[in-house]
């Protein structure tokens, strides 16, 4: 590790930039909300379904096609974009009800809640990669990612 830390020390007395492990780990999209607990009691109407949601938000200066991309809990419920270019710094609200997709809130179409309150764990892929993950363990109503 000391080895590994010197060098790095020495490319950048070089002048040659080395990102850090937090600056290299930023994805281009991320999860950064996870509201896993819709106020009220679990009723299952639309209202309470729409307010369980996950917000992605793009981190890039660029325009990033969410078209093919996925988002999944550990129970295998899978939501899949279809087309929607996430503005750069945009951020895209994935309610578990349903509803008009726009771009900036879509929907998932599920009759039954998706993010389990006593511990769950969000996924957001890409073909086959992970992007970015969320876990959590029992919370009153939302987690920050």
Same mark, same amino acid.
């Given at each position: ?11 950048a007395a ?19 909300k996870?509201?896993v ?5 679990d009723?299952?109407s639309k209202k ?6 996950i917000?992605?938000?793009n981190?890039?200066k660029?325009?990033?096609n ?20 996430? *503005? ?16 900036a809130n879509?929907?998932w *179409? ?5 993010w389990?309150?006593s ?5 957001l892929r ?20």
């Amino acid at each position: 590790m000391k080895k590994h830390l010197f060098a790095i020390a020495a490319l950048a007395a070089c002048g040659i930039l080395v990102p850090t492990a937090a600056q290299a780990a930023t994805p281009t999209v991320m999860i950064t909300k996870v509201y896993v607990n819709s106020p009220g009691s679990d009723t299952r109407s639309k209202k309470s379904l729409d307010a369980e949601y996950i917000v992605l938000k793009n981190t890039t200066k660029k325009t990033i096609n969410l078209s093919g991309w996925t988002v999944r809990d550990r129970s295998k419920h899978i939501y899949k974009f279809t087309s929607l270019n996430l *503005g750069a710094g945009k951020s895209v609200t994935l309610h578990t009800g349903s509803g008009t997709n726009t771009s900036a809130n879509r929907y998932w *179409g599920s009759h039954n809640y998706i993010w389990n309150n006593s511990g769950d764990k969000a996924y957001l892929r890409r073909t086959t990669a992970n992007i970015d993950t969320c876990t959590w363990k029992t919370v009153s109503s939302y987690v920050n990612c």
